[in-house]
Structures are given as C-alpha cells and as structure tokens.
C-alpha cells in the first residue's frame, strides 16, 4: 500500500481521555463505571453533532471522527455505519513520552475496531531529553512498521513543546515561540522521524501562522523517495475560533494540506453548556455542527480561491 492519502479529511477529534475527564469533569484517577457512562455520553453527544453536520451537508467520505475506545463506547461502530471515517488512539494517555495504551497487545486492539487510522500524539522537541525522544522513536518505529505490514494506516499528531532555553530565548512569550520557533521545529521533529524510516501517512500538526512555514512543513513531510503522496492535516490545540481560521487560512492553499483535525475548539463550549444546564442536548450538538461546518467553509474557501 503507498505511503499518503488521497482526498479531503476534516476530523473532529475527541479522543480525549485524562485531560477530558480532570477539565471537563473534575475526576481525579480511574473512574467509576456511572462516572465512565456518564462521560461517554457526552461523546455521544459531541457524535450526534457531527451526525448533525452530515445531515447538513458535511461530505460522509471526507468526514472523519477521532474518538477513543476508553469512552467511545459505540461510536466507532456508528461512525462506519454512516460511512465515516474512523480514527482512533494507540497513545497513552496524559503522558509527555508515547508509549503503548495497551502494551504488547496494541495491534489485537486495533484489529478489533478496525479503524481507517491508527493515530499517535507525540511530544517531540528536538532540543529535548536526547534519550527521551530515542525511546519514542524506537517505540513508533514498531507501530509504524505494524502498521505498514499490515496495510493500515498512520496517523501522526506532532506538538513540540518549547524547552525552557527555547522559551528564554523568545523572553518567555509563546507566541514568539510559536511564531519565531516552532515552525523550524517542527520542520526538524517531522526529519528526525523520517530518518529513523518511521513512515507516516497523515502528519497531524500545529498550525502556523505563515502560508511560507505551511508550505515548508508540507514540503518536509513529502521530502524522500516513495512519500509523494504524504498529506498534512491542521490541529486546533483548543484555540480561539479567530487564531484556528488564520491557521487554516495559512495551510489550506498549500499543496499536501488536505483539512484539518480539530476538538476542543469545535465542541468545549457547547459540551460545556449542556453539561451546566444552559443548553438543551439538541441546542449543543446544534452548536458543534455549527462550528464544525464553519471550519470547513473556512478552510474550502480559502483553499478554492487562492
């Protein structure tokens, strides 16, 4: 199977799981099984905004869901019934190195759901803990080479935290970092990976403010022989509605972005109200089909006339 994907790709992530459950729910540690039900509800309602959205004209093969198995109960298998595409998580998680959610057992896994990707969040910084990133590298060369062998696909979501010399060195403003820092980063993260023949399909990655530095992650991801057809894909990082437009703005007209993978930024509010009371569950997946469809226009628009 060659490496890459062909066509448009606007997922809407939630395969949160610690961070979800300690900032949406306020549980600390394994919860209990009403606790589990009670939040994998809320996920079923952030699905039924995507339904919605569908249901409003989002394309059905270029739709995609990223939710986790942990508290995703059915919706992986409702998402392949509505001709969704399906990714989910192989990463543990809440922890600042990748490692295996189910150990040795990762592949029976994801045998069992099937999904059209695998997906991994990495922290890779190249000016991090030398040793830290080789024991992730080792850890995602086994996935990709599973994954490959196996013909499925990778999907590789990419932060790159500054160090605190990086911060120092931008007076300890992120959005210098972002700007000024990040960008080359990452550029450096995504070579470091390929030169350890770790082999992606689907780069998931941060968005930049200039369509150069777009142009310049596009061109690295597609950089070595047998990868013409690697693609890049906008993540929201919880973000304000104005700073995502202006990344995906910067990323849609360049050759090798094809849509993005956004969560928080799409459904935290609304899940919010309906959570507290102030929304009604048909007025909060209204809302997520809202913003979820505003981001496609965005990004359609931008790509259609640039």
């Known amino acids: 199977m060659p490496l890459g994907y062909d066509g448009k790709l606007y997922i809407l992530a939630f395969d949160h799981r610690g961070s979800f459950q300690k900032k949406m729910f306020g549980i600390e540690g394994d919860p209990t099984p009403e606790q589990t039900e009670r939040i994998a509800d809320a996920k079923r309602l952030i699905f039924e905004g995507m339904l919605e959205a569908v249901n409003r004209g989002a394309e059905p093969g270029a739709t995609g869901v990223l ?36 150990g040795d057992e990762f592949g029976a896994h994801i045998e069992e759901f099937d999904p059209d990707f695998s997906k991994v969040l990495v922290r890779y910084n190249p000016g991090g803990d030398s040793e830290v990133n080789e024991a992730q590298l080792e850890r995602l060369l086994r996935l990709s080479n599973w994954l490959h062998e196996n013909d499925r696909k990778f999907l590789f979501e990419l932060l790159v935290p500054a160090t605190d010399e990086q911060l120092a060195a931008v007076d300890g403003d992120t959005e210098r970092y972002d700007t000024e820092l990040r960008p080359e980063l990452m550029r450096l993260a995504i070579e470091a990976v390929q030169n350890f023949t770790i082999e992606v399909d689907i780069w998931k990655i941060e968005g930049v403010d200039e369509r150069s530095d ?3 992650l596009a061109e690295q991801a597609r950089s070595g022989e ?81």
């Not at 198995?69 to 992986?76: A, C, K, V």
């Open 67 to 102: 939710v986790d198995e942990q508290f995703g109960s059915d919706i992986p298998e409702r998402a392949k019934q509505h001709g969704l595409k399906l990714a989910m998580p192989v990463e543990k998680s809440g922890q600042d190195e990748f490692d295996f959610q189910y």
């Open 214 to 216: 777009a142009a310049m």
């Open 226 to 306: 047998g990868r013409e057809g690697v693609v890049c894909v906008v993540l929201g990082r919880g973000a304000s509605t104005e700073k995502v437009e202006q990344w995906l703005q910067a990323a849609a007209p360049v050759e090798g972005f094809v849509g993005f993978a956004i969560g928080r930024s799409i459904w935290w509010d609304a899940l919010k109200g309906f959570l507290d009371g102030g929304l009604g569950r048909d007025a909060a997946a209204s809302q997520i089909a809202d913003n979820y469809l505003h981001f496609i226009r965005v990004y359609e628009r931008q790509a259609v006339t640039q």
